[in-house]
């Protein structure tokens, strides 16, 4: 059997690192369905886990997809999926299931240009506001973006470890050009990489309760085969698992769903900065975007603009409080993303009206150049 982590150096795209990644997580399971510009991750997979006692299945349609990813988490195995815009739509219902069941699972979306069949070829970022509210009803979720094919390697691990540690589905919001594009991965060994699993009942079989949350407000997951009594529904259900059709009941699930976020938003929120100290101008930005714009913040200091960069690692939960505390002290913001003010307008309401927000975007299809960037920095303020 072949390891798991190849150890090394390594030339190779976003979407084999974003594999490569999601096996040395422990991911033993890939249920897919092939899209542009996301097949070259079920298709390194599909050739990696039979080798190190995993299973690939493609199955006929994404809905399936993803029904296949929650029931291989539901029996104990680190599960993922990975598709492209049309097929994260069509993921929304089941993915809606894992937040309702609080299965842990990741999905990566390497987003093209939108909407419908859009440009397949083409990178975008215009489903970060899905990413967010794409299942129906009220839930919160963690997505990522990943700005190379480096950190997707390590932001697969995160994915893997945040989704087991709170048990919630958890969404890698990568791009055709991160996904397509071939850099330098290092790849470490496997006894540097910290791995987490989600937490197992201390208690007996006859008295455990499968959405009784512990102190940190996340329920210990016993495995389906384990001999634990588990009833898993959509339906709005007790600590039991049975389902209760009564608005006390509803409260009382989404307080525990959504405590799991509130509770532990220190330790799930991660944000990069760069020259923000004294900045008076904050370039918000994310995924490959980021990489543009950090360019353009090095271009305005050149000129006597004092511009910073905050790179959003993690995009939901939002850095609300962050961007609120820099709005009372900066002469603005400029929001860099590969669509038409999605994230733009998160940062507008975190600054509450406090500093002016502009956006450098555009639909997609091409790179947001840093003059582009720096265009609004000169004349937006």
Not at 78 to 99: D, H, Q, R
């Amino acid at each position: 059997m072949k390891p798991a982590v190849l150890t090394g150096e390594h030339y190779m795209t976003g979407d084999e690192a974003c594999a490569e990644g999601a096996l040395a997580a422990g991911c033993l399971f890939f249920g897919g369905y092939p899209i542009t510009p996301a097949t070259e991750v079920a298709e390194r997979m599909s050739a990696r886990l039979p080798g190190v006692g995993g299973t690939y299945i493609q199955m006929e349609d994404e809905i399936a997809a993803m029904a296949a990813v929650v029931g291989a988490s539901c029996a104990g195995v680190k599960s993922m999926t990975a598709t492209s815009g049309p097929g994260f739509s069509l993921m929304m219902e089941n993915i809606g299931l894992a937040v309702c069941t609080e299965t842990p699972c990741v999905v990566v979306n390497v987003q093209r240009a939108g909407p419908s069949t859009g440009l397949p070829t083409m990178g975008a970022q215009g489903d970060m506001m899905q990413a967010r509210w794409g299942s129906h009803g009220h839930y919160d979720i963690i997505a990522l973006a990943p700005s190379s094919a480096q950190e997707i390697f390590y932001q697969s691990i995160l994915a893997f470890n945040l989704s087991e540690t709170y048990r919630t589905p958890v969404l890698i919001m990568t791009d055709e050009v991160v996904g397509h594009m071939s850099e330098r991965v290092i790849i470490p060994d496997a006894k540097e990489i910290k791995l987490m699993s989600r937490p197992t009942p201390k208690v007996g079989k006859e008295r455990f309760k499968p959405f009784a949350p512990a102190e940190n407000g996340v329920a210990p997951m016993a495995n389906a085969g384990e001999g634990y009594k588990i009833h898993v529904t959509g339906l709005t259900h007790d600590e039991k698992g049975y389902p209760v059709m009564t608005v006390d009941a509803q409260v009382s699930m989404m307080e525990r769903i959504m405590n799991k976020f509130a509770k532990n938003l220190k330790h799930i929120l991660r944000t990069e900065s760069h020259r923000i100290e004294d900045a008076e101008i904050v370039v918000v930005s994310y995924g490959v975007s980021a990489r543009t714009a950090l360019a353009a913040v090095e271009d305005a200091r050149e000129r006597g603009i004092r511009a910073g960069l905050l790179r959003l690692i993690t995009v939901w939960p939002f850095p609300s409080e962050m961007i609120c505390s820099l709005a009372a002290r900066v002469k603005g913001f400029v929001t860099v993303e590969q669509n038409l003010g999605q994230i733009h307008l998160e940062v507008q309401r975190a600054a509450a009206g406090k500093a002016p927000a502009y956006l450098a975007g555009h639909a997609g299809g091409s790179l947001i150049s840093p003059e582009q960037v720096l265009d609004v920095i000169e004349h937006g303020f």
